[in-house]
């Protein structure tokens, strides 16, 4: 079976290498680099521990340094799947969603004619780069010289020119042997509705070759030199060589530049893309004259996992923004996502080049907001909330945006950073007001007892405790190495509060395959130097700590580090419940704020009760939880503000 020109190109664009590898191998994360696309596990093709088989995602390619296993996505299916060429083709279309094509016995005679037409647009090009020498393209040239264009740069951009004749290409192209059908096909002509010969597409415009990721001239856009011209901006019709919605201006040479490590620029425009490559950001690229199509924004994500989105200072720029967030939620994957570069009112890339400079240029890039902000943005922007409805449908709004996240854990982290912004809009209000009389006649019964007055936990800041079971976590796990690995997990996405603790905690996941206590220590300090680890170990509640005791006895480690893990999150749990059931006391407090620290509570006490604590500190709550004596009662005047709150927006 023959294949459609374009077939294979189209498919290798859509398809991900590292998630079809990932299906047969685990990533090894310390190598690896999701962002760059730079993956490293042991290889599939022969046995081994290592990860000497890398993955170069935005190329394509793998390649194994241990038995030198090479290919793209296609080698590998056939290789793991034990499948031929074109089985493979069936397995990795169907899930990149592309419709495999029936069988066409003319399928050559296409790829000829596609051939053709290719060259047809070759000529097509090099004709109008000859017409901007001559005398009539004298004002083009002029206009090109004043947008910052030098000679050089438009040979390197082979720009040309299209005289305002009614059949310039067409004549020169069928004179020189070119079939009338296939200048008409390539887009450069047109056939009138009438009847009669055809017409050139583009008359008294300059013109921009569009090329695909392999070099072939496929489109033209064109610029006109009349200001009062219908459209400003002319691109080729689509034909079969060019896909509008699939196509990127400057998509091979950005892609070259991006793997050099390069941000990728997305641009509205030919000019702000050369522009930006002539100024030395060689890895930009523009959609042709439409919104970024779903396609376009899977090829972006091929070339680079964050591309900057920069966006003309106007009210079209940041409506075309919204659009694309639209677009882009239902898509993100972890490490892939957009950012938006905003230009300053009534500006593009090219005017601020020009105007400033690559420098001020840089500085944009250098600030662009993540997709989340311009979310809230949208929803915001504009907006009073100052009631209680306006505020439930903002609330609505962002949770059916969020909702569009299919990946779980990024719709978590988004409605993270919307909760943030929300209570930076709303909290300013919220300070504002004061604790009624009612609340203060109360603070003095909030007052520390006289036993606790000189307690460590009162005399430390608020941290402290949070500080001691970080303590406690990192010398049981550097005196006991083997309980490392089962530790990786919660170590590394724990957040310590210490600076000497967050040092400690990235030179133990450096070292996690070191078994011995002692050559851990050492390797520790060669990492970091002795300090930390001195005042570690010279902590007095790390000194009396059981595991410390019998450094022999793992099991007792092991229940330690699982019990303070367990309480160090349910403390902070609790803690950030508090603090926002605290913050709504100022909104519309409800039964189901009262639950919230009711459950809160409950996870708090379950997760710091033990067998050996001694139970005579504690009341037991009407839920079947202990609650500290202490800390039952802050909790009871809480639940008081709350009902104060609830009574005092009662209609009277």
């Given at each position: ?13 859509r398809?991900?290498?590292?998630q079809v ?7 090894d ?7 760059k ?11 081994e ?7 170069d995602?935005?190329?394509?390619y793998?390649?194994?340094f ?14 793991t ?18 419709q495999?094509?029936a ?34 393209a ?9 947008r ?6 438009q ?17 020169h192209?069928t004179?020189?042997?070119?079939a ?25 415009r300059?013109?921009?070759p ?13 610029r ?40 990728l620029?997305?641009?509205e425009g ?18 042709l004259g ?19 989105v920069a966006?003309?200072?106007d009210t ?6 919204m ?14 996502s ?11 890339p ?9 420098g ?10 993540p997709?989340v ?30 909702a569009k996240?299919?990946?779980?854990s990024i719709r978590g ?11 930076e809009?709303?909290?300013?209000q919220r300070?504002k ?21 000189n ?20 010398a ?26 967050r040092?400690?905690?990235g ?5 996690l395959?070191e ?17 930390p680890l001195?005042?570690?170990f010279?902590l007095?509640?790390v ?17 330690c ?33 009262t ?9 708090y ?9 001694d ?6 709550g ?7 004596r202490?800390?039952r ?6 639940l008081?503000?709350?009902e104060?709150?609830?009574a ?5």
């Amino acid at each position: 079976m023959s294949l459609p020109p374009g077939f294979l190109d189209e498919l290798r664009t859509r398809t991900s290498l590292s998630q079809v590898v990932g299906r047969k191998v685990m990533w090894d994360a310390r190598k690896s680099n999701q962002g760059k696309g730079d993956m490293w596990a042991p290889c599939p093709f022969h046995q081994e521990k290592s990860a000497s088989f890398h993955v170069d995602d935005r190329k394509g390619y793998y390649y194994c340094f241990g038995c030198h296993a090479k290919g793209d996505a296609i080698s590998f299916v056939r290789e793991t799947e034990n499948v031929g060429f074109m089985e493979a083709i069936e397995i990795l279309a169907g899930e990149a969603g592309m419709q495999m094509p029936a069988r066409d016995p003319q399928a050559q005679q296409k790829a000829d004619r596609r051939t053709q037409l290719a060259e047809v647009m070759e000529q097509a090009v090099q004709h109008y780069r000859l017409q901007l020498k001559t005398g009539g393209a004298a004002a083009a040239r002029d206009y090109l010289v004043q947008r910052g264009l030098s000679e050089a740069a438009q040979e390197r951009w082979e720009i040309g020119f299209a005289p305002d004749h009614r059949q310039g290409v067409f004549s020169h192209l069928t004179g020189k042997g070119v079939a009338a059908d296939l200048v008409v096909d390539a887009g450069l002509a047109a056939k009138p509705d009438g009847g009669g010969a055809p017409y050139d597409r583009f008359r008294g415009r300059i013109i921009f070759p569009i090329r695909d990721a392999r070099g072939r001239a496929i489109a033209l856009g064109g610029r006109a030199m009349d200001p009062n011209a219908r459209a400003k901006y002319l691109n080729s019709p689509e034909t079969e060589l060019f896909d509008k919605g699939r196509s990127l201006f400057n998509q091979g040479p950005a892609r070259e530049a991006a793997g050099k490590g390069q941000p990728l620029i997305v641009a509205e425009g030919y000019m702000d893309v050369i522009a930006l490559s002539e100024a030395g950001f060689g890895a930009c690229v523009a959609p042709l004259g439409t919104a970024v199509t779903e396609s376009q924004l899977q090829m972006l994500w091929r070339i680079h996992p964050e591309p900057i989105v920069a966006l003309d200072g106007d009210t079209a720029g940041l409506r075309a923004a919204m659009r694309l967030i639209d677009l882009a939620l239902p898509l993100l994957e972890a490490g892939q996502s957009l950012r938006f570069a905003l230009m300053p009112q009534g500006q593009d890339p090219d005017d601020v080049i020009r105007s400033g400079g690559a420098g001020a240029m840089q500085k944009l890039l250098d600030a662009a907001q993540p997709m989340v902000q311009l979310l809230w943005q949208r929803e915001t922007e504009g907006k009073v909330f100052d009631s209680p409805e306006r505020k439930a449908a903002l609330d609505k709004d962002l949770r059916a945006a969020i909702a569009k996240i299919k990946d779980p854990s990024i719709r978590g982290h988004y409605g993270e950073e919307i909760k943030n912004l929300r209570w930076e809009l709303f909290g300013a209000q919220r300070s504002k007001k004061k604790r009624t009389s009612n609340w203060k006649s109360r603070e003095a019964d909030l007052r520390a007892k006289p036993t606790t007055k000189n307690s460590a936990l009162v005399a430390a800041p608020p941290q402290f405790e949070e500080e001691l079971r970080e303590a406690v976590i990192l010398a049981t796990l550097i005196t006991h190495p083997t309980l490392l690995p089962g530790f990786e997990g919660e170590l590394e996405q724990l957040e310590f509060v210490v600076p000497e603790h967050r040092r400690l905690q990235g030179a133990l996941l450096t070292h996690l395959n070191e078994s011995d206590p002692a050559v851990l220590q050492k390797a520790i300090e060669g990492t970091i130097g002795p300090a930390p680890l001195e005042k570690l170990f010279s902590l007095s509640h790390v000194q009396i700590a059981p595991p410390l005791q019998n450094r022999a006895d793992s099991e007792k480690a092991l229940m330690c580090i699982a019990e303070e893990l367990a309480k160090l999150e349910a403390a902070r749990g609790v803690t950030r419940e508090i603090e926002d059931a605290v913050q709504d006391l100022a909104g519309l407090a409800d039964e189901g704020l009262t639950w919230r620290l009711s459950q809160a509570a409950e996870a708090y006490s379950r997760a710091g009760r033990g067998d050996t604590e001694d139970t005579g500190e504690y009341d037991i709550g009407p839920n079947g939880a202990r609650l500290s004596r202490d800390e039952r009662s802050a909790f009871d005047q809480l639940l008081e503000q709350i009902e104060f709150s609830k009574a005092s927006k009662r209609p009277s």
